[in-house]
Nanobody
Framework: QVQLVESGGGLVQAGDSLRLSCAAS????????VGWFRQAPVKEREFVAG????????YIADSVKGRFTISRDNARNTVYLQMNSLKPEDTAVYYC?????????????????????WGQGTQVTVSS
């Protein structure tokens, strides 16, 4: 079982950038496809971005396409979510999730049901 710890959240103004990190420990991280999800108050947890085990494919939700990118460094057991041009509607708790064996075949349609390992989340707040 892999353990995940997110970091990098905070309070920023609209238009600013943040980079979230997801650090893994336990089994080799290269065995896992990884996704970022977010959940705002009274809303369902939604997929934001995902990356395959070796980073050769990425998936980005339409709501953040062109502003967010995902990358990974398996040597450092870390996945990153670069968030640019942040908007108030990006305010949420952001979670990192991992799936042993690779990223789900549904790509950007992945849901939280596809992942078994989760971090504790990091709060991102964007003020207008």
């Amino acid at each position: 079982q892999v353990q995940l710890v997110e970091s990098g959240g905070g309070l920023v103004q609209a238009g600013d950038s943040l980079r979230l990190s997801c650090a893994a420990s336990g089994l080799p991280f290269s065995h896992y496809g990884v996704g970022w999800f977010r959940q705002a108050p009274v809303k369902e947890r939604e997929f934001v971005a995902g990356i395959t085990r070796n980073g050769d494919s990425t998936y980005i939700a339409d709501s953040v396409k062109g502003r967010f990118t995902i990358s990974r460094d398996n040597a450092r057991n870390t996945v990153y979510l670069q968030m640019n041009s942040l908007k108030p509607e990006d305010t949420a708790v952001y979670y990192c999730a991992a799936r042993f064996g690779g990223f789900p075949g549904n790509g950007a349609a992945a849901t939280h049901f596809d992942f078994r390992s989760w971090g504790q989340g990091t709060q991102v707040t964007v003020s207008s």
